[in-house]
């Protein structure tokens, strides 16, 4: 994966397939206590004890099409080659949480990349789901809320193309705002 | 136009698209748009997967192409990302692979406008990808 917002947006595809209806995205960095967290939380069916420890082997998978499920191991990877760590909590019926911690100023961490284009073609994508993102910095704090976006649109749906370059406009103005 | 930076802002643009929209909101029916389905689990993420589905967002939008360009697991053609799967209304679905930008923009101007058919096409030995 090129940055963090692939594993993001990969990672939030297993929300989707465990039909979630709130997907809650945290991204935290601070560069005053070296740490940059991702969490992504959501109210999917939730994986068995069983399964949940299987999640993150590389050669293990739900699907059908194929044999091996990197999204998880990728990540888990990614982020203990930074000093890091990933963990997964999931209850059947409730949801699963999953959160990734990586050292701020470690080489090897990726840049978060596009994360404004990624949420909106996950909300375009998926009309019906609602998002919260939460992005935290040292300097303050941007939420971004379909719940919100929806009221506000009213009649007009979020997979409009030109609502969603608007939406990624305001998701990148208010992040570097940050 | 000004930048969008609230909700506020995002509301204004709203009663600007609404005319417009109203317009397109009657001719969604589902049967009569061509819909593209961009394979986006890990393997079609890695490989571009996102870009290609923000460029088929714009780029049938800007060329008047009623259509709806939405997500889909993998299909099982990892070797191939990415991957599309495209509906032409009243047709069978056709997923073609190694779908850069160029390709994309080669799908949109020769199969989606014309019925032409393009190199890149995955032998249909699939059942659906609908349970995947």
Redesign the interface.
Request: proline share 2%.
């Given at each position: 994966?090129?940055d963090l917002s692939?594993h993001i947006?990969?990672i939030i595809?297993n929300s989707v397939?465990a039909e979630a209806s709130l997907v809650e995205l945290k991204i935290t960095e601070s560069q005053k206590e070296d740490l940059f967290s991702i969490s992504i939380k959501d109210n999917g069916f939730g994986m068995s004890e069983e399964v949940l420890a299987k999640a993150i082997d590389p050669f293990f998978t739900t699907?059908?099409?194929?044999k091996v499920?990197?999204?998880l191991s990728?990540l888990k990877q990614n982020a203990e080659m930074t000093g890091g760590k990933m963990e997964i909590s999931s209850k059947v019926g409730v949801g699963t949480e999953l959160k990734a911690t990586f050292s701020h100023k470690h080489l090897d961490r990726p840049a978060l990349g596009?994360i404004a284009?990624?949420m909106v073609?996950l909300v375009?994508?998926n009309p019906e789901m609602d998002f919260v993102y939460t992005h935290i910095t040292d300097g303050g704090e941007y939420i971004f809320d379909t719940k919100?976006?929806k009221e506000?649109?009213?009649d007009?749906p979020v997979?409009?193309?030109?609502?969603?370059?608007?939406?990624k406009?305001?998701i990148k103005?208010?992040l570097n705002t940050l | 136009m000004a930048k969008v930076k609230s909700l506020a802002d995002l509301k204004k643009i709203k009663e600007e698209l609404h005319a417009k929209m109203d317009l397109r909101e009657k001719s969604n029916d589902p049967d009569a748009q061509v819909q593209i389905k961009v394979g986006m689990a890990t393997c079609g993420i890695a490989s571009g997967a996102k870009e290609v589905m923000e460029f088929l967002i714009e780029a049938t939008a800007k060329r008047g192409i009623n259509s709806i360009v939405t997500q889909t697991g993998c299909m099982g053609y990892c070797y191939a990302e990415p991957t599309i799967e495209v509906t032409m209304p009243g047709k069978e679905p056709v997923v073609f692979g190694d779908v850069d930008l160029k390709k994309a923009d080669e799908v949109i101007e020769k199969y989606i406008k014309q019925g032409e058919l393009v190199d890149g096409i995955i032998p249909v030995n699939y059942k659906t990808i609908d349970n995947n």
């Open positions: 994966m090129k692939m947006m990969d595809q397939r699907r059908t099409t194929r499920g990197l999204g990728l596009d284009g990624t073609l375009g994508a919100e976006v506000v649109l009213d007009m997979s409009d193309p030109n609502i969603m370059r608007y939406l406009e305001m103005e208010n | -």
